[in-house]
């Protein structure tokens, strides 16, 4: 056991100090593999394009602000941008893929994790939801190989420390140079007194399950393990030596081509840029229209359901223009949008316009479609994008009016809301209704379905929901417990906008806090335990004199003088 | 829907602004019914001592610190300490008892929760621990009711809010007046922007089930819910007018003393009080002796096997001397002395001094007597400080040096460590060893036994131990995953001082942080939920400007100024 190592895991930047990067610059999440500048897609002929290779090449100079060279393979949000980018391409654009190699394209440098200057010159908010977006990002990882059956194997051809540990082990499984200098190590907490923020430590011990006293010497040894005894430790699954990797590598991926459970054939479907008309405070895609108030402090979603061409298509064969593909992509960018460029937009008010029919033709044509490859990849992307919501720091609440199309998918909407108000119409012609998509292809993190959690206190409840197939008015739907509120006509427009305005009233940090803990009861799952309990006590920390004060490890890391702690345990 | 309602649960207090406490102040946790100030602890005639009655009735001017009246049934933590014992007492001193009321002496009020004045004016440190101490006394009613077959019914005769109403959440039962006024709320978020910190967010959807958009605006709603309303949104099970509630709440007692499973009979065992010796930097019980070096930043416990008289005595029949009761009951105080007068004391040294043989005795003893309630009481209270441990923010290193006793009930404590360090003892002297009571009765919160937590990995390894009856030296210990490190005697030294010193270099701040993540692998339950989860967000909320900051919604609370945000989503 030595004592506290002063070893670096990154070299200092060379120049003049950081620059405090300003929120003002507008992050934008599109990108594609002709675009890419740290990463390398490739489809190796030796494994006659059924492997494909994410070879992680930082190009120091293109951080996503100035002021920290992204050396050693160090990553900031643009790094990750391009790698949930990759994931999304070879899902869709890549059928034939059976396994995936995640690897370094330098020699003796696996990654070096999250850039320290980067993470030592943001914001908290930044910080936060920068660890949010890599950890959805090791996610997809997880959700490729489980769900669209395409293993994954990290090929740690160098060191890999904190963040570039963490991407490991989102993999399924590691196998490790062992060429007495490449390790695995977690050094956040000894170096910079914060915690590995992108998983780490719930996939030590939960996924790996390392044993805990070997993971706690682990996770405060800043040189990491090496060789054999990363194997014995369970951090890595093999060791080779540097003559034998390559076919070591190799012959692992064969065997996770193998155990390979995707079925896909044919060509892949590319995925066209969205391409939306933004004007101040607007973004106009094609189905979806987002607006900020930043005055009251609410954006608005508009979700516009698909035309009858669109539902009547066969979605095996729309290729990117499948209206629920299409609509949840651009849904996806304009949460992403909300999310980074958009802070205090306390509060989502979500609405549909369309034609519920057509909508509940769109889930029976992706119920129908099974095990069509495809079509099973549309399913899984509007379940990571309703999930995106449901992690998402923003209360959300959902406004069913005359005109809307809140059915099955669409209907999932309100139940990733915080609440629904849905107007009693006196006509009745304003509604919502089920549809088999509400009934399992869309679980949420805590792996029961959203109907699941909401009737936690009477399971028989969705039985009989299940049962429910015509179009439900106000009545009905509070009868079942679908909405919360249903003001009549005279009520609706003072009771929504009192609800609205109370709401951006409140400390967006308790409504942080609250709407974490009452969105996923039930259950825990790794994921859960990521997002819920990880994430907290890395937000705690992440303002903790200790880590971010003058005096903070995290703000004098790389300069001469040492952390200076307050020692008092909390 | 209201606008932000301006309704104050508890008013200002009369006089100077309240004074900050120091935390010089020692804190004391033993303390016995006749010297209760808060608290009325009576078994009323009408059920023949079946029923024990808690009535909250604390005295406005006993705080345990100056400067924040405990007005309208608000508390501290002496307060809690109080009900803490009353838990104890009921369990140990009256076997007859078989359900629990927990009610208001006062009228109109059942209680206002945590005191503001005292929250606002108290250190982080202090709120934190504040809470995690209120938490464990929640999780002790529920334990009461599952594990001793105790159940409970919360009387609210007047409007429980924010603790309050968590104190309700943590009964099995609540039946709330139905008198136009009394009502429950969790008024937390909108009034304080912080989060209830008793468990309160999580019992709400986990507990008792309460449909996600309900308790998304019952968190919200400061006035809270009453009357019917509070039973269709499953916050409480009944409500009754004033003039039917006794009886209500007597025929619901009655109910629950039917399905009681507690099948105690005879004498209760009056606990009697520790009185250890204390002077500066070390207190001396009969079984244990904590040393706390501030220079150091390190506390030691040392606890002294049971001597051959005490093995050998029948534990059914040993009342309040028994090795195991007396000897977890300092070890718990010395725990709780750590967490709340010692908080810069970040790592504790766990060491045993005795005969093996004789805790395999006592646990044999423990095991053997089964049904025996008051034995049964032993084995929970034990489960009760492991748990302690496990959620205390200090790190934990055992020892095993020659003369140790790390056995059964005793290594467990090893097994709550974050390591153990065993001397490799060339005479093979210095051993550990397994009892039954490492494979079932001291589950941790999460579920599982230590030994299956810690070997979640390899679970045939669990199933392997449980034959192994043998002292084990280091050699076998270690090659049984049983300890971390086996230094030999010429290493021993040198490796046991650079880890003390490494660890207490670290920032508190990520250890606490660490630990809690790597702890409880596994399965999530609702206590670790609280524990884990709800606990982490609101230790990043109680540091959030928005609530504690100059302007905060807890400082200003009682103010003329309202508070002002920083409206920024994290």
């Known amino acids: 056991m030595a004592p506290l190592p002063q070893r670096l895991p990154q070299p200092k930047p060379t120049g003049s100090v950081p620059v405090i990067p300003t929120m003002d610059d507008t992050i934008r999440f599109e990108t594609s593999p002709d675009r890419y500048r740290h990463w390398k897609l490739t489809f190796p002929d030796t494994h006659h394009g059924a492997v494909a290779v994410l070879a992680?090449?930082?190009?120091?100079?293109?951080?996503?602000?100035?002021?920290?060279?992204?050396?050693?393979?160090?990553?900031?949000?643009?790094?990750?941008?391009?790698?949930?980018?990759?994931?999304?391409?070879?899902?869709?654009?890549?059928?034939?893929?059976?396994?995936?190699?995640?690897?370094?394209?330098?020699?003796?440098?696996?990654?070096?994790?999250?850039?320290?200057?980067?993470?030592?010159?943001?914001?908290?908010?930044?910080?936060?939801?920068?660890?949010?977006?890599?950890?959805?990002?090791?996610?997809?990882?997880?959700?490729?190989?489980?769900?669209?059956?395409?293993?994954?194997?990290?090929?740690?051809?160098?060191?890999?420390?904190?963040?570039?540990?963490?991407?490991?082990?989102?993999?399924d499984e590691a196998i490790l140079q062992d060429d007495g200098n490449a390790a695995v190590s977690l050094p956040e907490a000894p170096l910079l007194a914060v915690l590995p923020g992108t998983g780490g430590l719930t996939r030590l011990v939960d996924k790996r399950k390392v044993r805990r006293d070997l993971a706690d010497v682990f996770?405060?040894?800043?040189?990491?393990?090496?060789?054999?005894?990363?194997?014995?430790?369970r951090l890595v699954d093999e060791v080779a030596p540097r003559s034998r990797f390559e076919v070591s590598v190799r012959d692992r991926t064969q065997k996770l081509i193998a155990r390979s459970k995707r079925r896909a054939t044919g060509e892949g479907v590319r995925l066209d840029p969205l391409d939306p008309a933004r004007t101040v405070g607007r973004t106009e895609y094609r189905h979806v229209t987002l607006t900020v108030d930043d005055t009251r402090r609410v954006a608005e979603i508009?979700?516009?359901?698909?035309?009858?061409?669109?539902?009547?298509?066969?979605?095996?064969?729309?290729?990117?223009?499948?209206?629920a593909l299409r609509a949840f992509r651009e849904l996806d960018d304009a949460i992403l949008d909300l999310r980074f460029n958009h802070p205090t937009a306390g509060l989502i008010l979500l609405r549909t316009q369309g034609d519920p029919d057509a909508v509940r033709?769109?889930?029976?044509?992706?119920?129908?479609?099974?095990?069509?490859?495809?079509?099973?990849?549309?399913?899984?992307?509007?379940?990571?994008?309703?999930?995106?919501?449901?992690?998402?720091?923003?209360?959300?609440?959902?406004?069913?009016?005359?005109?809307?199309?809140?059915?099955?998918?669409?209907f999932e909407l309100t139940l990733a809301a915080d609440r629904t108000y849905m107007l009693d119409d006196p006509d009745g012609a304003t509604v919502v209704g089920l549809s088999d998509m509400n009934f399992g292809p869309l679980p949420m993190s805590n792996g029961l379905t959203r109907l699941q959690t909401r009737?936690?206190?009477?399971?028989?409840?969705?039985?009989?929901?299940?049962?429910?197939?015509?179009?439900?008015?106000?009545?009905?739907?509070?009868?079942?417990?679908?909405?919360?509120?249903?003001?009549?006509?005279?009520?609706?427009?003072?009771?929504?906008?009192?609800?609205?305005?109370?709401?951006?009233?409140?400390?967006?940090?308790?409504?942080?806090?609250?709407?974490?803990s009452l969105r996923f009861a039930g259950p825990e799952t790794m994921e859960t335990k990521i997002f819920g309990r990880l994430t907290a006590w890395q937000n705690w920390i992440f303002q903790r004199p200790n880590a971010v004060g003058p005096k903070g490890a995290l703000t004098v890391y790389g300069r001469p003088e040492r952390a200076v702690f307050d020692y008092k345990r909390t």
Chains 1, 2 share one sequence.
């Open 455 to 516: 009737f936690l206190g009477e399971p028989t409840a969705v039985e009989k929901l299940q049962g429910v197939t015509e179009a439900l008015d106000a009545g009905m739907a509070m009868k079942l417990g679908l909405v919360t509120f249903a003001p009549d006509p005279i009520d609706w427009d003072d009771e929504v906008r009192m609800a609205v305005e109370e709401r951006t009233s409140l400390s967006p940090d308790a409504m942080t806090g609250m709407e974490a």
């Open 302 to 323: 508009t979700l516009r359901g698909p035309i009858v061409s669109e539902a009547s298509r066969d979605p095996r064969t729309a290729g990117a223009d499948a209206w």
């Open 56 to 171: 992680m090449d930082v190009q120091e100079d293109a951080g996503l602000r100035p002021g920290y060279p992204l050396k050693l393979n160090s990553y900031d949000l643009g790094v990750d941008i391009e790698l949930a980018d990759a994931i999304q391409r070879i899902r869709f654009e890549h059928p034939a893929v059976r396994a995936l190699v995640v690897t370094s394209a330098r020699d003796r440098i696996f990654s070096a994790g999250a850039n320290i200057y980067m993470l030592g010159s943001s914001t908290h908010t930044f910080k936060v939801n920068f660890c949010k977006y890599t950890n959805e990002t090791r996610v997809y990882l997880e959700e490729l190989s489980q769900e669209s059956g395409v293993p994954t194997l990290a090929a740690i051809n160098g060191t890999a420390s904190g963040g570039g540990y963490e991407l490991v082990l989102a993999c």
């Open 219 to 233: 996770s405060t040894l800043a040189e990491g393990v090496r060789g054999r005894r990363a194997v014995e430790w």
């Open 361 to 410: 033709s769109v889930d029976r044509a992706l119920v129908a479609a099974g095990d069509d490859w495809f079509v099973r990849e549309i399913r899984l992307h509007i379940r990571r994008v309703l999930k995106r919501i449901d992690l998402s720091a923003r209360s959300v609440f959902a406004l069913v009016e005359p005109g809307s199309c809140f059915v099955g998918s669409v």
